[in-house]
């Protein structure tokens, strides 16, 4: 993509986010979109086919960077040299602490259902790469799948709590004794 295409795009993004904190997903129509990106409707089709494609495509942006093998120091953490599951974990909880007002929005509407299979489907891997042992008697897919589950929901639970971060990650590591 070019520089005015990536432009496009962000402006889009921004557009569709900003939606999100003050109206559910399923209330926001192509036309608030472009009109809050100040871009015409050929410019959003030439993006995005439709407003789930939005959706899935902010979602693969998203879990790319959150669940990337190549992690960089940023400017709020520093996840960059710690690589176990907790510390995979916590990294991404800061990602969507940082979303957390339009993630709230998409998880509350009928767009919650896709991101929590983007989210699953990348949990999957990282419980994968972590997890090399299930207690004595549990096949190991089984425990991923519980995990992964566990995980997600402890997530959409914290979406509309006031625990922080480390609250979170206490609680789910204690519960699943990692």
């Keep these: 993509m070019d520089r005015r ?13 900003s939606l999100l904190e003050s109206k559910t997903y399923s209330s926001i129509t192509i036309q608030d979109i472009i009109d809050e990106a100040n871009i015409g409707r050929s410019t959003f089709y030439s993006h995005f086919q ?6 899935n495509v902010l ?10 093998e190549h992690l960089m120091t940023e400017p709020t953490h520093d996840f960059s040299k710690a690589r176990d599951l907790r510390s995979d974990l916590t990294h ?10 339009y993630i709230r929005s998409i998880l509350s509407s009928d767009g919650g259902e896709v991101f929590m299979r983007y989210f699953r489907e990348n949990l999957t891997n990282v419980f994968e790469n972590e997890v090399r042992e299930a207690p004595e008697g549990v096949p190991k897919d089984y425990y991923r799948h519980y995990l992964v589950s ?3 929901e402890t997530v959409r639970w914290w979406m509309n709590s006031d625990c922080s971060i480390e609250e979170v990650m206490d609680l789910f590591t204690r519960l699943y004794r990692l």
């Design 92 to 101: 991404i909880l800061y990602h969507l602490d940082e979303k957390k007002g």
């Design 5 to 17: 295409q990536l432009k496009t795009r962000e402006a889009v993004y921004r557009a569709f986010t």
């Design 59 to 68: 979602c693969t942006e998203i879990f790319d960077h959150v669940f990337s």
């Design 150 to 152: 566990g995980f997600s």
């Design 50 to 55: 439709t407003k789930e494609d939005l959706l």
